[in-house]
C-alpha cells in the first residue's frame, strides 16, 4: 500500500526536487505552498508524514506541527521541518511544537530517503510498542534525550563562515587606516576562502527566486507592451 507524504514549501524548486528524489519510491505525494492549506489537506488526506518549511505563507512549520500534536487522532504523525540555508531554526520552538526532525536545504536526495525512512520505521515501531503495552500496568516516562549542545552565538550568526577568515593574521584595521588597497586585499581573500558548498548555498536560495522575478517581469512587460 502506498504511503502519503504531504510536503508544504512555497518554494516550487524545493517541491519538484522532493518529488524528483521520491519519484522511484512508494510515495503519493501531496504538495500544498502555505501552512493554512497544509492544515486543511492534514485533515482530508491523512498522511504518514509531513515535511513542513519552517518559514512560509499562512501558518509555519511549527505551527503546522503544533496542530498536528494537538490533532485528537493524529497526533503521532511524524512530521520533518524543512530549513533554509540562511534560515535561523529555532531548536527550543521545534521541540515545543513536537517536531520529529529536520532537515537542512538544500539536501542530498539519498539523506531525504533516509530520513524519511527513519522516521516512518520508528513511528511503526512507537505503534507497535503502544499496542503491546499493559495499559493497566504504569508506563514509565520515556527517558529524555540529552538536549543537543547549543551552538555559540557567535558560529550561528556567522553563516558564511567569515569570522574564521578574518581571524587569519589581518593586523586590526580601524576607520582610519582602512584604505582601498586594505579593501581590495581582504575581500580577495574572502572570496578566496568562500568554499564550494557556500557558493551553492547561495545559488539554491537566490537563483530560483532571481530566476521567478526575471520571469514574472518580463511577462508584465509583455502584458503592458
Known sequence: MRQTILLADDSPTIRRLVNQTLADSNFRIVEVNNGDAAIKSFEEIRPNVVLADIYMPGKNGYQVCAYIRSHAELNRTPVVL????FEAFDEDTAKQAGATASIKKPFEPSALIELVASVLRSDHES????EMLDESAPVAAPAR????PAVPAAEADDLLG???IFKEEIPPLTAATISEADIDRIADRVLKKL???VVENIAWEILPDITEKIV?????RINES
Not at 524543512?82 to 540555508?85: C, P, R, S, W
Open 145 to 148: 534525550e540529552p538536549a543537543a
Open 82 to 85: 524543512l530549513v533554509g540555508a
Open 216 to 220: 514574472r517581469e518580463e511577462l508584465k
Open 127 to 130: 505503534h507497535e510498542s503502544h
Open 195 to 197: 568554499s564550494a558548498q
Open 162 to 164: 567569515l569570522e574564521s
